[in-house]
Structures are given as structure tokens and as C-alpha cells.
């Protein structure tokens, strides 16, 4: 189910940072916060991590229009709010 239009998408949210560092869903769930998920993609533009170096190599596009960034602006969005 997609969340309405300038939501985040919390699962999406959550299912990229366990693909990124290997945690189970349920430790990001509740370990991370919305300042731990900042500094994370902040190191992660400065330094990628290793799944998305090697998709680089080897000329893997993600297939969706967001991007990381954009997930990381709405986010930032909400705590505006």
C-alpha cells in the first residue's frame, strides 16, 4: 500500500537501512531514531555503503523515481512540521 502523497514510507524507510547495514527490521523499528536515520544517510552520501557501490560496478539503476535523497528530504519535511 502507498502512503498518501508527501508521507513517508515508513516500510520503504525501514527496508532500505536493513538492506543497508543488516539489521533486522525490528532493531531499526526501535532503535533508530529520526536523528540516528539523518546521520546514517548523511555517511552514507559522504561514504556509500558496499550494495550500492557494487550496484554501481555494475550498472544497477534503482527501478523507482525517488531516490535516496528524496526519501531523506521528506523526512526532513515532517520534522518541520
Known sequence: MT?????PDWDRIIAHTCCMTGW???YVEDNIT??????LHEEWRRCPPLPIMVAAWLGI???EESTGEELVERIRGMEKQ
Open 3 to 7: 502512503p498518501p502523497c508527501g508521507t
Open 24 to 26: 533486522t527490521w525490528d
Open 34 to 39: 529520526m536523528p540516528r536515520l539523518r546521520a
Open 61 to 63: 539503476m534503482p527501478r
